[in-house]
């Protein structure tokens, strides 16, 4: 399931703005459809309105330079050249990779960065809690567990790094679990993965 926001459109001195944004928190993000504003907790998500020379002059929320540009972009309610708003993690310039972004412990990051460090939710997807970026996680097919959380649908056991493991149909096994249709060879096309665990990113200064 995709819930991004989208990504400002370059906004013109000269036309009237049209305002689109990231959200702050996973759990905020909304798709603002077509038309929509800035999804933004803790600000108006709007910037101030067009006419007497709002938009001119604007300092850069990435290098604090003057915008003098002709397109400048809006979110988070700061402005930004569009050369400055980039993904923490890859340096991708959000404005041209695709149409969403996403902030999360002091991190800008593109869609992909974003779903790699936090799991599609930014959640673990055992217990529904939300994953500090400084924490240790571990990772099956997309989703992110907490380390606790990462444990053997059957008998319980935390799966450690280096054992083998098996995911199916969202639920994970230990290679003594595993379901009899594996050991039958029923889904032989499934393999054991080996277990690593993964550091997140942190911000850089």
Partial sequence: MYNGSKLPKLLSRDAALDTKGC??????????????????????GQPPAAGSGSLSWKRCAGCGGKIADRFLLYTMDSYWHSRCLK??????????????????????????????????????SACGQS?????LVMRAQGNVY????????????????????????????CEHD??????NGHLSSLQANPLIPDQKVTPHP
């Fill in 131 to 135: 994953i500090p970026a400084s924490e």
């Fill in 178 to 183: 595993r379901p009899t249709a594996l050991i």
């Fill in 23 to 44: 959200a702050r928190d996973p759990s905020l993000i909304q798709d603002t459809g077509s038309g929509g504003t800035m999804v933004n907790p803790g600000g108006s």
């Fill in 87 to 124: 993904c923490s993690c890859c340096q991708a310039q959000l404005g041209e990779i695709g149409s969403s972004c996403y902030t999360k412990s002091g991190m800008i990051l593109c869609r992909n960065d974003y779903i790699r460090l936090f799991g599609n939710s930014g959640a673990c």
């Fill in 146 to 173: 907490h380390l606790k959380c990462f444990t053997c649908s059957t008998c319980r056991n935390r799966l450690l790094p280096g054992d083998r493991f098996h995911y199916i149909n969202g639920s994970l096994f």
